[in-house]
């Protein structure tokens, strides 16, 4: 039997959805409350701040090829062999989540917070990635792969509920103006990330290395070479460019707001720490809701655009109603406030959701194209993608506090660091919003086209001729892949090119 034919259970799925508590959870949790650490308890200005997060991010261009090319090939190791091209490299990240606390010790030099910093972005990723292609190797089925990203998104939802009532509880506990609440509680949710990333390493499988076509390169600078390549290739194909889009402006927008959501809160609405955690918490079930609704949707109708659009119009919904609320002047009722939370909340469950449904399809498409299977390098992709914008929207929310006048330290701020949040909530995440509702109008990769393409690729890898090839196959296969039938199963030149990747099928 195939790995990908193994028989996935409720105990798999909760399992594999386990690793959304630490994409979900540590690393949004800097996002939303590190940099106003660092100004509030670090003496260190918010662009210097803002600039650690873009270094990390920017390293993540270069790591997430590397991860996703390393995976793909770790089969020719004897380690690879013992512990798996992919979850070996969960294995070695589940201990390294213990380093988390580190980046929130207080009265350290700058150089300290961005290399602690550097670390623990450096060990998510490597977790990101590999988790990111297991889902396509646990299964081929279109239903079982969006239940697997919707466990995942699940688990995600949870742990930002958890990440939420972090601050609230330990805030209470130890004051809201007790640096060292924020270390404890990191402390307390590493370990949480140790213990999901066991379950996940303990209920996932991928393609054995019988399943596996093993790329050989000649030397050293063969395989960078081979990396670039191939990373930059996955761009050309079409579905995946708009899935980028999607995925890269939707969640960049809500990346925006999550940078400088507690300043808002704080700053803006002229609420406290307590009030800001609180409301999060309250509200984040909502999120979890509607996050099962997509993933039944998606499922039972196979179409990912509508709900994806439907989201990021409550997500506006809700930046347009806190802008008025502050223009005129009612951040005093608070009641309000909470609506523009809870509308959030439940755009977000949806679109954070939408791009972990439409990932496992990629390398199908790319198969199409290529001939290849490159999950790894396709997850670094979009990895790097992803990192790239949140590192770029993370150093924008930093550097236009600080042309504003941000005052670091201090329990308030003048009107034009509050007009410049405003400003970001309108330009940035409302147009990044309308931006991803375009892009989802072009995506095409619904589960019956993608139900099309597979039964094409296994048909010609049994050894069927392409010149008798379906019509609306034919059409079909063009429209997802953005090349000529003609042009596909590498015949072509999109990625690395030897005369070991022109043809093969998978065993």
């Known amino acids: 039997m195939k790995q990908s034919q193994?028989?996935?259970?409720?105990m798999t799925r909760i399992g594999y959805g386990a690793g959304g508590f630490i994409g979900g959870g540590g690393l949004t949790f800097a996002h939303s409350w590190l940099l106003f650490y660092y100004t509030a308890f670090c003496n260190i200005e918010a662009w210097q701040g803002a600039l650690i997060f873009s270094i990390a991010t920017w390293l993540d261009i270069i790591?997430?090829?590397v991860i996703g090319f390393i995976s793909d090939n770790f089969y020719s190791t004897a380690l690879g062999r013992k512990f798996g091209r992919r979850r070996f490299f969960i294995l070695i990240?589940?201990?390294?989540?213990?380093?988390?606390?580190?980046?929130?010790?207080?009265?350290m030099p700058y150089f300290y917070y961005l290399f602690t910093y550097l670390i623990y972005d450096f060990v998510d990723n490597t977790f990101a990635v590999t988790h990111a292609t297991l889902k396509t190797e646990m299964s081929t089925d279109y239903t079982q792969r969006q239940l697997l990203s919707g466990a995942g998104s699940i688990g995600s939802k949870i742990a930002g509920f958890a990440t939420a009532g972090f601050p609230l509880i330990f805030f209470l506990w130890m004051g809201k103006n007790n640096p060292n609440?924020?270390?404890v509680m990191t402390g307390v949710y590493s370990i949480i990330m140790v213990i999901a990333g066991t379950m996940v390493y303990l209920n996932s499988w991928e393609y054995s290395p019988e399943e596996v076509h093993i790329e050989q390169v000649g030397n050293f600078?063969?395989?960078?070479?081979?990396?670039?390549?191939?990373?930059?290739?996955?761009?050309?194909?079409?579905?995946?460019?708009?899935?980028?889009?999607?995925?890269?402006?939707?969640?960049?927008g809500l990346w925006l707001f999550s940078s400088i959501s507690t300043f808002f809160m704080i700053y803006v609405m002229h609420k406290s720490t307590i009030f800001?955690?609180?409301?999060?918490?309250?509200?984040?079930?909502?999120a979890l809701l509607t996050t099962i609704f997509a993933i039944w949707l998606v499922t039972k109708v196979g179409d990912t655009a509508k709900p994806y659009i439907g989201a990021f119009v409550i997500v506006i919904s809700a930046m347009l109603l806190w802008s008025a609320v502050w223009f005129f002047g009612l951040t005093k009722y608070s009641a309000i406030v909470a609506i523009g939370q809870c509308l959030l909340?439940?755009?977000?469950?949806?679109?954070?959701?939408?791009?972990?449904?439409?990932?496992?399809?990629?390398?199908?498409?790319?198969?199409l194209v290529t001939d290849r299977r490159r999950e790894g390098v396709i997850s670094g992709a979009q990895t790097m993608a992803g990192k790239l914008m949140r590192g770029t929207v993370t150093f924008v929310s930093g550097t236009v506090l600080s042309m504003m006048g941000f005052v670091k330290g201090k329990p308030s701020q003048p009107y034009s660091v509050q007009f410049g949040i405003v400003l970001m909530m309108l330009i940035g995440t409302c147009v990044l919003s309308l931006i991803a509702i375009w892009c989802s109008r072009h995506m095409k990769a619904d589960k019956k086209n993608l139900a099309v393409v597979d039964k094409e690729v296994k048909r010609i890898h049994n050894g069927g001729a392409p010149e008798t090839v379906d019509p609306n196959t034919k059409h079909i296969c063009e429209m997802l892949s953005g090349f000529k039938y003609e042009h596909c199963f590498g015949k072509n030149n999109v990625g690395y090119k030897d005369e070991s990747t022109l043809h093969h099928n998978l065993a």
Request: proline share 7%; charged share 15%.
């Open 181 to 183: 609440a924020y270390l």
């Open 6 to 10: 193994r028989k996935i259970t409720t």
């Open 221 to 252: 600078w063969s395989g960078v070479k081979k990396m670039i390549i191939d990373t930059l290739s996955t761009f050309r194909i079409k579905t995946f460019r708009w899935h980028i889009g999607m995925y890269i402006t939707g969640s960049g």
């Open 345 to 367: 909340s439940l755009g977000e469950g949806i679109a954070y959701y939408v791009p972990q449904a439409n990932y496992p399809y990629m390398p199908d498409i790319d198969e």
């Open 63 to 65: 790591e997430s090829s």
């Open 276 to 286: 800001a955690s609180g409301l999060s918490t309250i509200m984040k079930p909502f």
């Open 93 to 107: 990240t589940i201990p390294l989540f213990l380093l988390y606390p580190l980046c929130w010790i207080r009265n």
